[in-house]
């Protein structure tokens, strides 16, 4: 029988993934060959999207896209994609999601324990600790201002006054949340490790465990468009739905079976993101195959009314999908 240890180890969310290959390149291990063209890589790295970022999370407001990845890169656009500005909050950030509040102001969650507080314009950028020990995955901030924090040690952190003060009301379990949704004011949605599912019915003033998400199902993305329907992503591609508010689960087939990190909606259809570049649709209960990118993987996924759908993933891939078919081939 495989050791918990090991068996939790091999079930690592894409962030800490991802943390483990940025510490790897802080390193050197996994550092470029000495030959490398200096004049190339100047020119290069006066862009404002490398093919090295690794970008892990991206939202909009109504006049600003933003992206945030590796190494402390935050990207912004505000011409609807056409040009990108880099900035780099701190080179040994490495930010893990990112936010929109109800204000048009953004917040990034790094891997650090900090949270980065952006104004709307994704200008000017402020570090805050985040006042827990627990290592944070997942970051949202409700219709009403509020931040929240979820990661390991079932960490369930809150903040008013975007990230000032905290507070805590971790379940001291050993259990990693990995997402964290406010579909209105007063319903959230908490999952995370062994099948975790947590709803709150009054804006987060309490949490109730629901139903645990059958066979301790481990999820890389959630999403919910209302309290009862919800979609849940994780390991050999396996995406399930829940019309009855996490009461029960029914797979969706998924003919790729590669994992799905993120969820989103899209002109009233369901996408996902996920290893190798893919985009799948949801058509008709099944999920089949739209158009990719040729990147490692996709993390994240952002609905751009009349345009399309903006793309985040590993290799510098940032694009807007603009032409996936209503019926995906």
């Not at 379990?173 to 406010?182: A, G, H, K, S, Y």
């Not at 996902?272 to 570049?277: H, L």
């Amino acid at each position: 029988m495989i050791g918990i240890d090991r068996f939790r180890t091999c079930l690592l969310p894409f962030a800490f993934a991802f943390a483990l290959a940025l510490a790897l390149a802080h390193s050197g291990l996994l550092g470029c060959s000495a030959s490398a063209n200096l004049a190339e890589l100047a020119e290069t790295q006066s862009q404002a999207v490398l093919r090295s970022d690794q970008f892990q999370a991206a939202v909009a407001n109504p006049g600003v896209l933003v992206a945030v990845g590796a190494n402390g890169v935050v990207v912004s656009s505000a011409d609807g994609g056409k040009s990108w500005r880099r900035q780099v909050v701190d080179a040994g950030a490495s930010l893990i999601g990112v936010a929109v509040c109800p204000d048009g102001g953004f917040v990034a969650l790094d891997f650090g324990r900090r949270v980065w507080v952006g104004d709307a314009t994704a200008t000017t950028w402020t570090a805050r600790p985040i006042s827990s020990e627990a290592t944070p995955l997942a970051l949202a901030c409700d219709p009403t201002g509020q931040l929240w924090v979820v990661g390991s040690e079932s960490a369930i952190l809150s903040s008013a006054d975007r990230g000032a003060t905290w507070r805590d009301a971790s379940l001291g379990q050993d259990q990693m949340f990995t997402t964290v949704q406010f579909v209105d004011e007063r319903h959230g949605v908490i999952t995370g490790e062994f099948g975790s599912f947590l709803t709150t019915q009054d804006g987060g003033e309490s949490w109730q465990d629901g139903t645990p998400i059958p066979n301790d199902f481990y999820p890389y993305g959630a999403l919910f468009t209302d309290a009862q329907t919800g979609w849940v992503s994780g390991l050999a591609g396996t995406i399930l739905h829940t019309t009855d508010g996490g009461a029960s689960w029914h797979k969706q087939p998924n003919p790729t079976g590669a994992p799905m990190y993120g969820l989103a909606r899209h002109d009233e259809h369901m996408y996902a993101f996920g290893a190798n570049g893919l985009v799948l649709a949801l058509r008709d209960g099944q999920w089949q195959s739209a158009e990719g990118r040729p990147a490692p993987y996709l993390r994240s996924g952002v609905s751009l009314a009349g345009r399309g759908l903006l793309v985040a993933g590993g290799a510098g891939t940032l694009d807007i999908v603009s032409s996936i078919p209503a019926t995906p081939k």
